[in-house]
C-alpha cells in the first residue's frame, strides 16, 4: 500500500499546485498569467502551423512547421524574433551543406559522415547561438529524407517559414504583457528595506547605551536577505527591458528611461547591502569588544545625523516615481560634508584611544562608500555633460 500511496499522493500534490497555478494566473498579472497565455498561444500557433502544413506541403516536412511555431514563441518577442531568425540561418546552412554533399558525393555512409562533422563545425558559429545543432538536425533530414534534393529542400524552406510566421503572428496578435511598474516596485521595495535598517541604526546611535547585540544581528540578516534578493530582482528588470524591445504594447509606466534607472538603481542596491553589511560587522565587533562604549557622544550624535541623511538619500533613490536628482544631490552632499566633520574631530581628538579611533574610521568609510554608492544609483539625466 505505501508504493501505491507515495505516487498517489505525489501525483495529487501535482494536482493541487497546477491547480493553485492556474487560479493565481487569473487572479492577478505576474509570472503565471504570461506563462499560461504563452502556452495558449503555442498550442494554438503549433496547431495552426501544422494544419496548413498539412494541407499544403508533403508530409516529410510537416513536422517542421509545428516546430518551427514553438520555437518561434518565446518569452520576450525580440527572443522569438532572434531565435527565428537563427534558426532559419541554421536551416539554410544545413540545407545547403546537404544539398552540396548529396550532389558531389552522393548518398552514401562516408559522405553523410562528412556531413554530420560539417554540420557540427558550422554549428559553433557564434551568431546561431542557441540553435546551431539545428545545422546538424536540418542537413541530416534534408539528407536521408529527401536526398539533397532542391525540391524537398523548398518544401522544407516553406514548413519552417510558415511555422515561424504563425508563431510571430501569435506573439503580435497578443503581444507580452509590460511590467514595468512591478519591476519598479521590485526595485523600490529592496531600498525601502535598507532604509529602514539604516534608520534603526540611526535611532539606536542616538541612545545612551547604543544598539545591542541582538539588534546588530538582526539588521545583518536584513541585509543578507536583500543581497540575495537582489539578482533576482536585477534579473526581472532585465527580463522586462529585453521585452520592451519590439514590443508593440505600449509600457505601464510614464517614463521612457523607467528601465534604465530601474536596473541602475537595482545594481546599486546589491552594492549598498554590501556596504552595510561591512558596517555591521564592524559595529558588531565594537559591541562585543566594548569599544563601542568608549566612542565619544557627540562622535555618536553626529555619525546617527548622517546615518539619517543616508537613509533619506535611500527613499529619495527608491522612489517608484522618478526621483528628484536635485535633492538626491543635495542630500549626498550633506552627508559627505557631515562625514568630513566627523573624520575631522576623530582625527584631532587625542583623548580618542586608537582601537576607537580605527573604528570610527571604519564606520564612516562603510557610510562614506554607502553615500557615493547612492550617488551613482541613477544614471546621469540626457545632455548632462
Not at 498517489?8 to 492577478?28: L, P, T
Not at 520555437?71 to 545547403?96: D, I, K, P, W
Not at 549598498?272 to 550624535?301: E, Q
Request: aromatic share 6%; proline share 5%.
Amino acid at each position: 500500500m505505501t508504493v501505491t500511496r507515495g505516487p498517489a499522493r505525489r501525483m495529487y500534490a501535482a494536482a493541487q499546485e497546477a491547480v493553485a497555478y492556474v487560479r493565481r494566473s487569473f487572479e492577478s498579472p505576474g509570472t503565471e498569467r504570461d506563462d499560461l497565455i504563452r502556452q495558449a498561444k503555442t498550442v494554438v500557433a503549433a496547431m495552426v502551423a501544422w494544419a496548413l502544413a498539412h494541407r499544403l506541403l508533403p508530409p516529410t516536412v510537416t513536422t517542421f512547421a509545428p516546430f518551427t511555431a514553438i520555437l518561434a514563441l518565446q518569452a520576450t518577442l525580440y527572443r522569438s524574433v532572434r531565435e527565428c531568425v537563427r534558426y532559419l540561418g541554421a536551416m539554410v546552412l544545413g540545407a545547403a551543406l546537404a544539398a552540396g554533399l548529396a550532389a558531389g558525393l552522393g548518398i552514401h555512409a562516408w559522405s553523410f559522415g562528412l556531413l554530420a562533422l560539417l554540420a557540427l563545425v558550422t554549428g559553433r558559429v557564434r551568431h546561431l547561438g542557441s540553435q546551431g545543432l539545428q545545422v546538424a538536425v536540418v542537413g541530416f533530414f534534408a539528407f536521408t529524407s529527401g536526398h539533397g534534393r532542391i525540391d524537398y529542400i523548398g518544401h522544407l524552406a516553406g514548413s519552417v517559414s510558415l511555422g515561424a510566421l504563425c508563431g510571430l503572428s501569435a506573439h503580435l496578435l497578443l503581444a507580452p504583457a509590460r511590467h514595468v511598474r512591478h519591476r519598479q516596485q521590485a526595485v523600490a521595495d529592496l531600498y525601502e528595506r535598507l532604509r529602514q535598517v539604516v534608520t534603526e541604526l540611526a535611532a539606536a546611535a542616538g541612545t545612551d547605551d547604543g544598539p545591542t547585540g541582538e539588534q546588530v544581528g538582526r539588521w545583518g540578516h536584513g541585509c543578507d536577505r536583500v543581497a540575495a534578493d537582489a539578482p533576482h530582482v536585477q534579473a526581472s528588470v532585465d527580463a522586462e527591458a529585453e521585452n520592451s524591445r519590439l514590443n508593440p504594447r505600449r509600457p505601464d509606466g510614464r517614463d521612457a528611461d523607467v528601465l534604465p534607472r530601474a536596473q541602475e538603481a537595482g545594481q546599486a542596491a546589491g552594492r549598498s547591502a554590501a556596504h552595510l553589511r561591512s558596517l555591521l560587522r564592524s559595529l558588531a565587533y565594537s559591541v562585543d569588544s566594548g569599544h563601542y562604549s568608549r566612542v565619544p557622544r557627540r562622535f555618536l550624535s553626529g555619525y546617527g545625523a548622517l546615518l539619517n541623511t543616508v537613509a533619506a538619500a535611500m527613499e529619495e533613490v527608491g522612489r517608484p516615481a522618478r526621483t528628484d536628482r536635485r535633492q538626491l544631490d543635495a542630500l549626498v552632499e550633506e552627508g559627505l560634508t557631515l562625514h568630513e566633520d566627523l573624520e575631522y574631530e576623530v582625527q584631532q581628538d587625542t583623548a580618542v584611544p586608537a582601537p576607537v579611533r580605527t573604528l570610527c574610521g571604519a564606520l564612516l568609510t562603510d557610510a562614506g562608500r554607502l553615500l557615493h554608492e547612492l550617488r551613482g544609483a541613477l544614471p546621469e539625466p540626457a545632455g548632462t555633460p
